[in-house]
Nanobody, 123 residues
C-alpha cells in the first residue's frame, strides 16, 4: 500500500499549482485523507482534510479561500488545488491517509504517509 504525491514545483507568487496523491488501496474510499506541509526549519503542519465520501472538507486558516482539497474515489486520488500562492506556502507537502472516515486535522489521526512533493513560491 503506497501513497504517491506529485505536482510540486517552483512558481511565482500569485500562481497556481495542483498537487495529486494516488493511494493504492482497494478500500480507498473508506478513509479520510489529508494534506500536511513542512516549511523549511519548521514542523509539519495541517493544511486540509476531506472525509471518505468527499462531502466535507476542513482547512487551516491561512489557506482558506485559496486551497481546495478534493478526491476522486474512482481513481483513488486526492487533489490539492492551490491558488494565489504566497512565498509562505513554500514547503514540502505530504498526503496522508487517516484511519477515520471523517476528516481530521491532527497528525495522530493519520497512519499512512506519502513521500513529500516540494513547492517553492518565489516573491
Amino acid at each position: 500500500v503506497q501513497l504517491q504525491a506529485f505536482g510540486g514545483g517552483l512558481v511565482q507568487a500569485g500562481d497556481s499549482l495542483r498537487l495529486s496523491c494516488a493511494y493504492s488501496l482497494r478500500t480507498f474510499n473508506d478513509y479520510a485523507m489529508g494534506w500536511f506541509r513542512r516549511a523549511p526549519g519548521q514542523g509539519r503542519e495541517f493544511v486540509a482534510t476531506i472525509n471518505d465520501a468527499g462531502t466535507r472538507t476542513y482547512y487551516e486558516d491561512s489557506v482558506k479561500g485559496r486551497f481546495t482539497i478534493s478526491r476522486d474515489n474512482a481513481k483513488n486520488t486526492i487533489y490539492l488545488q492551490m491558488n494565489s500562492l504566497k512565498p509562505e506556502d513554500t514547503a514540502v507537502y505530504y498526503c496522508a491517509a487517516s484511519f477515520l472516515r471523517s476528516g481530521a486535522a491532527t497528525e495522530s489521526s493519520y497512519n499512512r504517509w506519502g513521500q513529500g512533493t516540494e513547492v517553492t513560491v518565489s516573491s
